[in-house]
């Protein structure tokens, strides 16, 4: 047995302990935006053995297609276009080589910080989609600051904002008054799946409920950063509030068509 099948085969076996498999594919969404998949760059997988089982795993949810977003920020993740954009096609290589009923590309999770307006006003950002989304996202605890007038900025460059995982940050727990009026402003919500089971702690599973029954998630992402957390994944299609997915004005099936927006 090959070094690569034994791997597969422990990730396999750790995930059948006690979960129960759904009878079809429950990303009914299609594809997923959220997630941290070029190996060795960021928090995420570190090899592409990981990546490869993770993109596996995202596929037998149903997903056909991953846009990976790995994180860019002047401190800790100094990624820049040039380095992501090499990391697509290795990892488009990958999903060839191995036959995976895939596509993937590469945009980034920017971190709101002092490069940040740098980037915005070089138009050096990787966006997604026709519409040139942006996914970034700020510090946990303290409300950031300028994060509306960021907002503004990549609107004037054209770009749409989309804020990761509204539900995850203490401060707008506190401020129930900021995310609606953020998203009056324009700038969408990612939500992401782990949330509902309760990962993140009761109060971002009870501010992601708030939000749903709002009605106010416009993508949905796994903010996947390795195969370990699969059997966890599989409380989120057996979660009450999964149901709720199905009720919210989702964009992510338009990315499966959508043919982006080229660099710059
Ligand atoms: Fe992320």
């Not at 191995?98 to 590469?106: G, R």
Request: glycine share 8%; hydrophobic share 40%.
């Amino acid at each position: 047995m090959s070094f690569w099948q034994q791997i597969k085969d422990q990730f396999r076996t750790n995930d059948s302990s006690g979960d129960e498999q759904p009878s079809g594919p429950p990303c009914f969404w299609q594809v997923d935006m959220h997630s941290h998949l070029l190996p060795g760059i960021d928090d995420g997988v570190q090899t592409p053995e990981q990546a490869l089982l993770c993109l596996e795993q995202l596929q037998g949810w149903g997903i056909q297609k991953v846009i990976t977003t790995p994180h860019v920020s002047r401190d800790y993740y100094p990624n820049t276009t040039e380095t992501l954009l090499k990391g697509q096609d290795r990892l488009q290589n990958l999903v060839i080589e191995h036959n995976l009923p895939l596509t993937v590309e590469v945009a980034a999770e920017y971190m709101l910080d002092d490069f940040f307006p740098d980037l915005i006003a070089n138009n050096d950002l990787l966006s997604f989609g026709a519409e040139r989304y942006v996914l970034f996202e700020t510090g946990f605890e303290a409300n950031s600051l300028g994060l509306e007038t960021v907002i503004f900025r990549l609107q004037t460059k054209g770009y749409t904002p989309v804020l990761a995982h509204p539900e995850r940050y203490a401060y707008f727990h506190k401020h129930r008054d900021m995310l609606p009026r953020l998203r009056e402003m324009g700038c969408l919500f990612q939500l992401n799946w782990l949330s509902v089971t309760g990962l993140y702690g009761e109060r971002v599973k009870k501010q992601a409920r708030l939000m749903l029954e709002q009605k106010s998630i416009d993508f949905v992402g796994s903010d996947l950063h390795g195969p370990s957390l699969s059997g966890r994944f599989q409380g989120v299609f057996s979660a009450p509030d999964f149901a709720l997915f199905a009720q919210q004005p989702l964009r992510n099936a338009s990315l499966l068509t959508d043919v982006g927006w080229p660099v710059g």
